[in-house]
């Protein structure tokens, strides 16, 4: 058995889960950076 054949998976599995993974990451960032503070803000103004 061959140390490299664990990743004999197809390759659009691959692609999507890192699409989805980039998306999951980039949209955390973006509530904590954007949306948090604004609801923050948003608060104490009014």
Wanted: no cysteine.
């Amino acid at each position: 058995m061959n140390a490299l054949d664990r990743f004999d998976g197809p390759a659009w599995v691959t692609a999507a889960a890192t699409l989805t993974s980039y998306g999951l990451v980039l949209a955390v960032l973006f509530a904590l950076l954007f949306l948090v503070p604004f609801l923050v803000y948003s608060q104490v103004l009014a």
